[in-house]
């Protein structure tokens, strides 16, 4: 067991921004470049992904006292792999077009380093509820972070978000916006502005600690004036 | 009479501006005041000193003597009497210890007992050179008797004399090759007698047509002797190049001219040794170009070692107002001076003063990468790399990159178009290697 | 060595668990999907003979070729998928013929992986539109940067010359397949 | 020829990780020195060839004859995760320095999707035996290659004044991202 | 030492500079370099105005005021000095708008500075720091992004009826059933032809590459290295199968080749440093211009060639450092 319990509100919300797989952690890249051609395609693949996350957490995590150590991850990745099949064959039967968008990222979320490291990371130690908030955090903070990078590249490489288009036709698209050249740029960008907030709100922090430091230290010091003062009075 | 000059790959071709003093003769400086002789003239360790304050010594007397096995003997260069040991300026720009002696014009000489050379054995000449206090004057200041004798089993087959004086502006080895030739090829024959080197080479480069000449001339008599014409190009009269110039042998990183079996004198070194074998004098004067378009008068002097640089300088009529920076030594790898009480010394070869119309400043920019620096290192290095590894501390890697090969030539920085001190970074970037390999032979 | 048991044991509990529910699942989803590809194909045979409703897969054909007949039970033509290379990669295409061959009634492309913006535009309605009523004699040509002049040619895309070509090239292929065939089936018929 | 056709596309023309988006991860995490990044992609071509070489027995030889496709994912990734598990020991039993350089790289392996995507690729372009071979080896030939740009870009990096909130991933996406429009120049060059 | 220096006469001191050795310089600094830079292409510009008309001076003015602007904009965010007069990034916007078609949309070309300055230069570090050639980033995205715009060519205003808005590379790759189409060599050479602003004319860019090469600002290891490639492998297909491949000498002046090679290929930050490196660069460059044009889907591959062996040339270096002298190889 963890030595340290956070509250079950922080298990599910540390995946959306704080260890973010996508942006934090830095998991999980191939879907997130690949298949973000569009919103909808992000979405779904976000979706796709939280699913064999959440249920591979709640199997894995009943099930950790039963499997030896030895096939652990043997086990984790059948388990992975048969969700992730399920998931291919109903979107093959009932979401035909999506799954053709897809292609074969749907089956590579089987080694999508996210899952397997939250199942050997968390699941496996962890009981059902904290699993299934973690699965869903990560899961929700996955999506979001597709759904916003296939957004922009939507925008701008079809002027359209989901499907409607809200660029006016005088707008050229930017075809390199859905080719991979346009993946790596849009992501490479997003991360850097990401950071360039971090860091501000970093600098802020340190900057209103030293104030604070400052402000205890004045104040120190101005009673320990008071004091002498009493004293000598 | 067409032979293909030799040289070596890279380098640069500054203006040379010889042109201020070639045409000068040696002058002899008048004695000064006082002269302040550093304990430390010399690579290894600081001499000790053999008087006291108030002391009575006489031209040519020992002052201070060797310590230890790289040292070299001092010699009072004036009649005169020891005001004071204490520290001060000196022309590295650190404060070091020295002897301030108060000159008596009328004082005595003491020199030594000339030396019958070609009947005596090499031993006696090596140890007349050590106790001549002889230092190379080539720049390094190695005391000269340690080259002369090679551990044993090595053999030496060539002896090279630097007669290259590539930087640019100095005309003292070209004065001296002119006006001293014949001294100069019997101090050769004594050095090559001392060394046991059947051949010598004395390399001089093309812009010294007069200087080629004479010294052909006078060689004639000693086919053993000959003369190498060098391209003209800096820096030529650095020894790896002037041995690969003059024999094709090359020199490896880390090693000496000896594993080669080279030894490499410079022009003034081989005078000084005729000086000390056949004279009796010790090393005690100093021949230096004062040269530059700061300075009032540009002379080729003649100069006592320990007299302040304020002196030559008064001497030569003065700084012009237009002089920005005073250089102890050539333009390339000379140091720049600001207290001028810092003591001429005896490897000194050129006080250089450059006015701001000489210099080309202009502001440093980020490297570009343009590759002009790896192309001029006369050694092969990557410039750039060095410098940019030092500046980001990471020192194992410059190591790797041979940071400690480097001469410290200039050429790179010289070449510049970002106008980046490489020179500066590599400097420092040797001295934090040598630090780590210290702490790693230690452990 | 119980260890080994166990070990082979829950891996085996949790293989045949696995593999049962997927069968099932397959069980379940192996027709819907076959009907998703068939149901796709139909509609895109009838897309390229606009008008038409019934159609009819030519089995003895060696490839996959469809006669389309409409509402009366009239051949209106044939309609077969092809394939070929384009600029990038496979393009997959539906393309339908009168009767005779002589004229294309439509085309539709199924699967490409086209540049957007350049290649990907021969999906597009006013490139394929372009087909229409062209004739196939003696084969479709493209032509390029100007109208075309005669009944067997179409216009390029400016930019994407290489998959343009490629989509007529895979239909002058197509038709002669279909050409082969029939002239062979007449040939039997005759024979009969 | 065909063969090496093959070979080349994968290697260069549709790069695994610049055109195709496999084995991101370690192609971000382990590029940040040449040598080890060198160690990856050695390590990574040799899984690939050898599991392009057994998944295509099995998906053959087992799963169609059975009509066992459902199973292909399991099996594959079961499969791939043991055969990395053997390799380890094995090289770890034949040669300790070649186990030190490649060692810490193989269970990372495991889960990097280009292996999978490769052997799932193979199955969708219905390749043969050695067709299969040869597309592992030019993936992984593709993988060095950009794993060792990518690594030498970033060493030059460390000394270049990138702005701290671009330093690592951000700029190594960038760079990637021009490489990659640098690549599109081979498009059309092998079709497929 | 006060006592020292009552014995000294005084010299009179100016403001003496005590910076390290060397103390003399060559008379080059960047700024200089990359105004000479700026002047020798001039003469591709004229040319490129001449035979496209005037509207191409308003291209090439908004690339110019685009990379500017870009560069000012960072570098006052960030807080640094302004290195607008260092001229490079005038170089980046002047070359970029030369080498986008003739009659290119003004707020495409500017998107296109924009990001050569952000993207190819200033995420990198900025000047010195960059691994790919700025300009030629501009123009791959461009050329991604748009492609059709950068793929739609105006004729020469004066250009002889034979003479289609096609360029020479794609007239000959791009037949419509018939014969190849080999442009004739003396067009090639004056630049009378359908191509890029700048890049048309070979008189002009040797003439431009003649100042850059004397004044030795350019290293000409680079061009003589791709030029000698060009050479090498377009002529070994040339005389394989000389009715379908141009001969190895037109090659040099068709298309971007000499535009490239003289002005972009030798870019100092992007190129090696090495001597041995400078070749294998001009050797792979113009090997891979060679299987784009003969064998890919592309009519020219000059941009995607630079930008490529751009990505190698940090490992070029590393490989091609020259042995110490001394060193045992
Ligand atoms: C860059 C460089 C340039 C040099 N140029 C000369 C030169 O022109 N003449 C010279 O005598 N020594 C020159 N030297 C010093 C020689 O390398 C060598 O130390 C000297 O000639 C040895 O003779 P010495 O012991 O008599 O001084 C130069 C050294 C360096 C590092
Ligand atoms: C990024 C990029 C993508 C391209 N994609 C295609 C494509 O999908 N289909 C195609 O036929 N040509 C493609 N091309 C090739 C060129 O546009 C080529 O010049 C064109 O096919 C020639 O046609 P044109 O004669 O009309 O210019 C592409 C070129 C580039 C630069
Ligand atoms: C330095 C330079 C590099 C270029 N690189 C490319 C390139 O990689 N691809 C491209 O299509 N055009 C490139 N161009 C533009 C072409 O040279 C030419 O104008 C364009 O490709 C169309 O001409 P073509 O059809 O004869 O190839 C470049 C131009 C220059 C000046
Ligand atoms: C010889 C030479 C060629 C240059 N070529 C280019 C070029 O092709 N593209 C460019 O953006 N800048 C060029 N520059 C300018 C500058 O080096 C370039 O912007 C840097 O890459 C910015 O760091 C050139 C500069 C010189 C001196
Ligand atoms: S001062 Fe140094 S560099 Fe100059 S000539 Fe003498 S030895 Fe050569
Ligand atoms: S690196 Fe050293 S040896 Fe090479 S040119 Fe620069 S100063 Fe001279
Ligand atoms: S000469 Fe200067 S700018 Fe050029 S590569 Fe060397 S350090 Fe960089
Ligand atoms: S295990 Fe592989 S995929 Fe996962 S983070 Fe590490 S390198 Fe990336
Ligand atoms: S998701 Fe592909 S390697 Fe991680």
């Known amino acids: 067991m963890m030595s340290k319990q956070v509250s079950y509100w922080t298990e599910f919300y540390k995946g959306l921004y704080d260890q973010n797989p996508i942006f934090r952690q830095v998991l999980g890249m191939c879907p997130t470049l690949a298949v973000t051609v569009s919103g909808p395609n992000g979405l779904a693949m976000g979706l796709a992904t939280s699913f064999v996350l959440l249920f591979s957490g709640i199997v894995i995590s009943s099930l950790k006292n039963l499997i030896p150590k030895q096939v652990r991850i043997a086990a984790y990745i059948v388990v992975i792999a048969t969700f992730v099949t399920i998931v291919d064959i109903v979107m093959k039967a009932k979401f035909p077009e999506m799954s053709k968008d897809l292609g074969p990222f749907i089956p590579l979320i089987v080694v999508n380093c996210l899952i397997l490291g939250r199942a050997e990371g968390f699941s496996s130690k962890n009981n059902i509820t904290r699993s299934v908030l973690d699965g869903l955090g990560m899961g929700v903070g996955f999506t979001i972070g597709l759904t916003i990078l296939g957004g922009i590249r939507e925008i701008l490489g079809s002027r359209t978000i989901f499907g409607l288009q809200v660029l006016p036709d005088a707008f050229e698209p930017w075809v390199i916006m859905i080719l991979p050249a346009g993946a790596f740029l849009t992501l490479g960008l997003l991360f850097g502005l990401l950071n360039f907030v971090e860091l501000k709100k970093k600098t802020k922090k340190i900057k209103e600690d030293q104030q604070r430091a400052l402000a205890e230290i004045k104040k120190l010091t101005e009673s320990s004036e008071e004091d002498l003062a009493v004293k000598e009075g | 009479m067409f032979q293909k000059l030799l040289t070596f790959v890279g380098g640069i071709h500054p203006g040379e501006n010889k042109n201020f003093t070639e045409n000068l003769e040696i002058e002899e400086m008048p ?57 001060g300026a000196n022309l590295s720009g650190v404060p070091k210890e020295y002897i301030e002696i108060q000159v008596n014009p009328e004082g005595e000489k003491v020199f030594m007992e000339p030396v019958d050379w070609q ?94 000449q004479k010294v052909t001339e006078a060689a004639k008599a000693y086919p053993e002797i000959q003369v190498a014409t060098l391209k003209t190009k800096y820096p030529q009269g650095a020894e790896k190049m002037l041995i690969f110039a003059g024999t094709g042998r090359k020199v490896p990183p880390g090693k000496l001219p000896l594993d080669v079996g080279v030894i490499v004198q410079n022009i003034g070194t081989s005078l000084s040794v005729y000086d000390a074998v056949v004279k009796g004098i010790p090393s005690i004067t100093s021949v230096m170009t004062v040269t530059g378009k700061g300075i009032t008068t540009p002379k080729n002097l003649l100069v006592r070692v320990g007299t302040q640089l304020a002196e030559v300088i008064n001497y030569c009529g003065g700084l012009k107002p237009e002089a920005v920076k005073v250089i102890s030594g050539g333009p390339m790898m000379g140091i720049a001076q600001y207290d001028f009480n810092a ?19 202009a502001v440093e920019t980020p490297c570009l990468r343009c590759g ?72 | 060595m119980n260890n080994v048991t166990k070990m082979l044991v829950v891996l085996l509990v949790i293989g045949v668990v696995s593999g049962g529910l997927l069968a099932y699942i397959s069980d379940w989803a192996t027709p819907i999907i076959k009907e998703n590809a068939r149901l796709e194909t139909e509609r895109a045979v009838l897309e390229v003979h ?86 196939t004699q003696p084969e479709i040509k493209s032509v390029k940067g100007k109208k075309p002049e005669n009944p067997n040619e179409i216009e390029a895309i400016t930019g994407a010359t290489i998959s343009s070509v490629a989509v007529v090239k895979i239909m002058n292929d197509g038709i002669k397949k279909v050409k082969d065939y029939l002239s062979t089936q007449e040939k039997k018929e005759g024979a009969k | ?136 080896l030019g993936a992984g030939a593709g993988f060095i290659l950009a794993l060792v740009l990518i690594a030498g870009i970033r060493e030059e990096l460390d000394l270049a004044e990138v702005p701290a909130q671009f330093k690592g991933v951000p700029i190594t996406l960038i760079a990637a991202g021009i490489l990659a429009m640098a690549f599109m120049g081979f498009s059309g060059l092998i079709s497929n | 030492m006060s006592e020292t220096v009552t014995t000294t006469p005084e010299v009179k001191k100016p403001e003496l500079k005590l910076t390290s050795s060397p ?49 000012y904009a960072i570098k006052y965010f960030r807080n640094q000095r302004i290195t607008i007069t260092d001229g490079s990034a005038v170089i980046t916007g002047l070359l970029l708008g030369l080498i986008v078609p003739p009659n290119f949309s003004l707020v495409l070309v500017f998107l296109g500075s924009v990001v050569s300055i952000a993207i190819g230069k200033e995420v990198f570090g900025g000047l010195g720091y960059n691994i790919f050639n700025p300009a030629l980033v501009g123009r791959a995205f461009l050329q991604a992004a748009f492609p059709v715009a950068m793929t739609t060519w105006s004729k020469p205003e004066f250009a002889p009826d034979a003479i289609t808005s096609a360029t020479p590379l794609s007239a000959w790759k791009f037949v419509d059933g018939g014969e190849p189409f080999f442009t004739a060599t ?58 379908n491949y141009p001969t190895p000498v037109d090659q040099i002046f068709m298309g971007g080749f000499l535009f490239g090679a003289i002005f972009m290929a030798t870019d100092w930050v992007s190129s090696p440093v090495t001597n041995k490196g400078m070749y294998i660069y001009g050797l792979g460059i113009a090997l891979i211009i060679v299987m784009i044009r003969l064998f890919g889907g592309l009519p020219e591959g000059v941009m995607y060639a630079i930008l490529l062996m751009n990505g190698f040339v940090p490992l070029i270096n590393r490989y091609t450092r020259p042995v110490i002298f001394g060193e045992e190889k």
């Open chain 2, 31 to 87: 004695l000064p005041k006082s002269v302040y002789i550093p304990l430390s003239q010399h690579i290894g360790k600081p001499a000790t000193a053999l008087v006291k304050k108030g002391s009575i010594v006489k031209e040519g007397e020992v002052i201070a003597t060797a310590e230890g096995f790289i040292s070299s003997p001092i010699h009072s260069p004036v009649a005169g009497t020891v005001l004071k040991i204490t520290t």
């Open chain 2, 119 to 212: 009947n005596n054995d090499k031993k006696t000449i090596i140890n007349r050179i050590k106790e001549a206090g002889i230092v190379g004057q080539g720049g390094a200041a190695f005391p000269t008797f340690v080259k002369l004798s090679p551990p044993p089993g090595k053999t030496i087959d060539y002896l090279v004399i630097n007669g290259a004086e590539c930087e640019p502006y100095l005309t003292r080895d070209y004065r001296l090759m002119l006006e001293r030739t014949s001294d100069l090829i019997e101090g050769i024959r004594i050095l090559m007698k001392a060394a046991g080197v059947p051949k010598a080479i004395i390399g001089i480069e093309n812009n010294k047509p007069l200087a080629i």
């Open chain 2, 343 to 361: 003591p001429v010394m005896k490897a000194s070869s050129g006080l250089l003063v450059l006015a701001s119309s000489e210099i080309n400043e």
């Open chain 2, 372 to 443: 002009k620096c790896v192309e001029v290192c006369p050694l092969n290095l990557l410039p750039t790399r060095l410098a940019k590894l030092t500046q980001m501390g990471k020192f194992e890697d410059a190591e790797e990159y041979g940071v400690t090969v480097c001469m410290e030539c200039g050429s790179c920085a010289y070449e510049c178009p970002a106008n980046i001190p490489l020179v500066q970074w590599i400097k420092l970037g040797k001295k934090e290697v040598s630090k780590i390999q210290r702490a790693r032979k230690s452990s």
């Open chain 3, 50 to 135: 606009p008008g038409s409703t019934k159609q009819i897969k030519i089995d003895n054909a060696g490839f996959e070729l469809y006669q389309v007949m409409n509402e009366k039970g009239d051949i209106t033509g044939y309609a077969m998928p092809n394939e070929g290379t384009g600029f990038q990669g496979k393009v997959k295409i539906m393309m339908g013929m009168t009767p005779n061959l002589d004229e294309i009634t439509g085309l539709k492309v199924l699967d490409q992986v086209e540049t957007p913006g350049l290649g990907a535009e021969i999906v597009k309605d006013y490139f394929t539109g372009r087909f229409k009523a062209i004739s």
């Open chain 4, 1 to 136: 020829m065909e063969l090496v056709l093959v070979f080349l596309s994968a290697a260069i023309v549709n790069n695994f990780v610049l055109a195709y988006f496999l084995g991101i991860c370690p192609f971000i995490g382990v590029s940040g020195k040449l040598s080890s990044a060198f160690s990856m992609g050695l390590a990574s071509t040799f899984v690939m060839v050898i599991a392009a070489t057994v998944t295509w027995l099995i998906y053959h030889m087992i799963l169609v004859p059975f009509n066992l496709e459902f199973l292909q994912y399991v099996s594959f990734i079961l499969v791939i995760a043991s055969l990395v598990q053997f390799v380890e020991m094995f090289i770890k039993k034949v040669s300790q320095p070649l186990y030190r350089a490649l060692g810490i790289f193989l269970p990372l392996i495991t889960t990097n999707c280009a292996i999978l995507g490769l052997a799932l690729f193979s199955v969708l372009r219905e390749y043969g035996f050695l067709e299969s071979i040869f597309f592992g």
């Open chain 5, 23 to 71: 103390h003399l310089h060559s008379t080059w600094s960047t700024q200089k370099a990359m105004w000479i830079v700026v002047i020798s292409i001039l003469p591709a510009l004229i040319s490129g105005v001449l035979f496209f008309g005037l509207y191409q001076l308003i291209v090439v003015f908004v690339s110019i005021a685009g990379a500017v602007l870009t560069e």
């Open chain 5, 186 to 243: 003396e067009n090639l050479f004056y630049g009378n032809i359908g191509g890029s602003i700048g890049e048309t004319s070979a008189l002009a860019i040797l003439l431009g590459g003649a100042l850059l090469f004397v004044l030795k600002i350019a290293n000409w290891r680079v061009p003589a290295a791709m030029v000698v490639g060009m050479l090498v492998f377009g002529g070994i297909f040339h005389l394989l199968n000389p009715e």
